[in-house]
T-cell receptor
């Protein structure tokens, strides 16, 4: 257990529905990252926050995806009008950048299945 | 463009043998690399990292080698154990601290 938690662990939804995932990072970590991982592939970067500011978004993050980190603590990732191609593992990671410590600690992920 | 790839998708080794997992990267400006281990149903777990000003770094039973000339790094696991069975990823840490992962190598340890 890295200290990063994600909820839910599994989500099955029908195409067209909206889903929201939550990530709770390690409490003192100021950076929070979202990645997506499909079967047999490495995680792909989606977006990241430093405190409450969203600093970078991948081109993979279509306008159906939105992420927030309102108080610089937990973060949510919402997918609107889900498509079958959204089925994947959504991973959250956090790090403490101030010390120059680049290690990102990953949560267990949320597995999304769109039927 | 930036990319991190792996040579072998699956590696099978006998328990007690040494394992070597290879990785190639394409961005010559990359200066920080990490190896992650991912077990089924879990998120990636940090194993060891290396900066570009080093060519070797050792941890407990693991060694990472970096060859900047050919843009290649490897992970060596000594005395491989059944608990080492997992998928291993190399990742490149970019200037903005986002990670670029390769496809992964599945390590299977048999008795």
């Amino acid at each position: 257990d890295t200290g990063v938690s994600q909820d839910p662990r599994h989500k099955i939804t029908k195409r067209g529905q909206n889903v929201t995932f939550r990530c709770d990072p390690i409490s003192e970590h100021n950076r929070l990252y979202w990645y997506r991982q499909t079967l047999g592939q490495g995680p792909e970067f989606l977006t990241y926050f430093q405190n409450e500011a969203q600093l970078e978004k991948s081109r993979l993050l279509s306008d159906r995806f939105s992420a927030e980190r309102p108080k610089g603590s937990f973060s949510t990732l919402e997918i609107q009008r889900t498509e079958q191609g959204d089925s994947a593992m959504y991973l959250c990671a956090s790090s403490l950048s101030d010390r120059g410590d680049y290690e990102q600690y990953f949560g267990p992920g949320t597995r999304l299945t769109v039927t | 463009g930036e990319s991190v790839g792996l040579h072998l998708p699956t590696l099978s080794v006998q328990e007690g043998d040494n394992s070597i997992i290879n990785c190639a990267y394409s961005n010559s400006a990359s200066d920080y690399f990490i190896w992650y281990k991912q077990e089924s149903g879990k998120g990636p777990q940090f194993i060891i990292d290396i900066r570009s000003n080093m060519d070797k770094r050792q941890g407990q039973r693991v060694t990472v080698l970096l060859n900047k000339t050919v843009k290649h790094l490897s992970l060596q696991i000594a005395a491989t154990q059944p608990g080492d069975s997992a998928v291993y990823f190399c990742a490149e840490n970019t200037l903005t601290d986002k990670l670029i992962f390769g496809t992964g190598t599945r390590l299977q340890v048999f008795p």
